[in-house]
């Protein structure tokens, strides 16, 4: 099981960024997949969540109605579309089983003017 995290960057507030997550080895419909991010000094964190079937388990309240997980099957891809970007969602952003295997190196988003 093999997951990759890109798309990061540098974006002003307000901004928006869509991470992807490619998955190879494996059908995303064999496993739950999840965003996680760790911000600069602090744990990291869970943020959202797909079943297997593709339905979302979880979303963090601290980016529900900002960021939106959806995948494509057929790209093998899972997404994280991020909006409304605050200074406090800077973090490596990672894609992960859930519950999470070996870390993968993440992406890195730095929200800031």
């Known amino acids: 099981v093999q997951l990759q995290a890109s798309g990061g960057g540098l974006v002003q507030p307000g901004g928006s960024l869509r991470l992807s997550c490619a998955a190879s080895g494996f059908t995303l419909d064999r496993y739950a997949i999840g965003w996680y991010r760790q911000a600069p000094g602090k744990e990291r964190e869970g943020i959202s969540c797909?079943?297997?079937?593709?339905?979302?388990?979880y979303i963090a309240d601290s980016v529900k109605g900002r960021f939106t997980i959806s995948r494509d099957n057929s790209q093998k891809k899972v997404y994280l579309q991020m909006n409304s970007l605050e200074p406090e969602d800077t973090a490596v952003y990672y894609c992960n089983t859930n519950p999470p295997g070996q870390w993968g190196q993440g992406t890195l988003v730095t929200v800031s003017s």
């Open positions: 797909l079943t297997s079937g593709g339905i979302v388990a």
